[in-house]
């Protein structure tokens, strides 16, 4: 059973950072993608980072040289390291994974995820 749990969310002022943990398990990942994604209040879920099982990472537009994203494969941990935050960093941030395989950079569509966490709530003020 795969399960997945964020952690490391809070509030903080704009240009302020935050470290973004999940928590894995039933899941390796070397066989798995994972991403981060989130959702404000009224907009749609959206994909922010993503990294396949060969360490191929892809970012959004918006997020580019702000965020990075990793994984430990040891203890099958996804992190999300968030710098420089904004207003519009606002929202829901979930982790997800999927076992399917990918040529390049993972998608950020988040129909190709198939395991989600609950969410961890990311708050900027400024």
């Known amino acids: 059973q795969v399960q997945l749990v964020e952690s490391g969310g809070g509030s903080v002022q704009a240009g302020g950072s935050l470290g973004l943990s999940c928590t894995t398990s039933g899941i390796t990942s070397n066989s798995y993608s994972m991403g981060w994604f989130r959702q404000a209040p009224g907009k749609a879920r959206e994909g922010v980072a993503a990294?396949?099982?060969?360490?191929?990472?892809n970012y959004a537009d918006s997020v580019k040289g702000r965020f990075t994203i990793s994984i430990d494969s040891v203890s099958n941990t996804l992190y999300l390291e968030i710098t420089t935050l904004k207003p519009e960093d606002t929202a829901m941030y979930y982790c997800?994974?999927?076992?399917?395989?990918?040529?390049?950079?993972?998608?950020?569509?988040?129909?190709?995820?198939?395991?989600w966490g609950q969410g961890t709530q990311v708050t900027v003020s400024s």
């Open positions: 997800a994974a999927t076992t399917r395989t990918f040529l390049g950079p993972p998608p950020l569509h988040f129909g190709t995820y198939d395991y």
């Open positions: 990294i396949s099982e060969t360490g191929h990472t």
